[in-house]
């Protein structure tokens, strides 16, 4: 006599991955829809709805849950988007680095181009709170690695908090590459929270020179805080030029809108 098996259910980190990549495609989710996805009751989707929103990841809406806009996609989620343009960005962050020079990293997968560009550099110091940009920098040749103090959000892969602004002002930095949530039709780098905002004008403020760094997706995008001292950055790399209003806007900011090629 046989026995049919019965598929194991999803662990619930898996459910997590699932709705999450649910929510970045439709919008929304409902919790009767996904109870008989993943063959569970409706109270373990409640569960796994409350954890999500617990750690900023959704709203919960009645009979599900809902995109937080005010978040910026996940790092995974982002590392896809505009790839050569990213690359040609970081090719032209990396122009302006001079050998023996300290350099402060923001998190983001623009600033990892800017990393990946590093190659022919020697005697670099870099300091970051991007967990991808410190194990890349830490297999460089002749690169000594600070990774910046703080608590680890999930969502950027990258540390954040009290710790990680303290920390910031303890370098003497000559380059900042810094990332940003839009390129608002106003001409500024706007973020999506307010630590992030704070950490941005902290590096802005560490630097000798910073340099924001932005993919033409971001053009254009209105997220809800201003960088404070946006406009004390030398410049903004972009991989193609922006709207010509945009653009005018910059201009009468103050920093230097420097176009990559080759994007």
Do not use: W
Not at 110 to 127: P, S
């Amino acid at each position: 006599m046989s026995t049919m098996r019965v598929s194991p259910r999803p662990l619930a980190p898996r459910r997590h991955d699932e709705i999450l990549k649910r929510l970045a495609a439709d919008g929304s989710v409902g919790v009767s829809e996904l109870a008989e996805f993943f063959g569970v009751s409706r109270e373990t989707i409640r569960r796994d709805l409350k954890q999500l929103a617990d750690r900023g990841r959704l709203d919960i809406v009645h009979g599900g849950a809902a995109r937080r806009e005010s978040l910026e996609p996940a790092l995974d989620q982002r590392a896809s988007e505009n790839a050569e343009g990213k690359a040609a960005i970081g090719r032209a962050a990396a122009a302006l680095v001079e050998d023996g020079m300290v350099l402060l990293f923001d998190s983001g997968t623009t600033t990892l181009a800017v990393a990946h560009a590093l190659g022919g550099h020697r005697n670099l110091t870099i300091c970051t709170g991007s967990l991808a940009i410190a194990q890349l920098a830490c297999r460089m040749p002749d690169t000594r690695v600070h990774l910046l103090g703080g608590e680890v959000d999930p969502n950027e892969e990258a540390t954040v908090g009290v710790d990680t602004l303290e920390a910031i002002g303890r370098f003497r930095v000559d380059l900042a590459f810094v990332g940003g949530g839009g390129l608002s039709p106003d001409g500024e780098v706007t973020d999506y929270t307010r630590a992030g905002a704070e950490q941005r004008s902290r590096m802005i403020a560490a630097a000798g020179r910073a340099y924001f760094v932005v993919d033409r997706s971001k053009f254009g995008l209105l997220t809800p805080l201003r960088i404070p001292h946006f406009e004390a950055a030398a410049g903004v790399i972009v991989d193609t030029a922006p709207p010509a209003a945009i653009g005018e806007a910059l201009a009468r900011k103050g920093p230097r809108l420097i176009v990559a090629r080759g994007a």
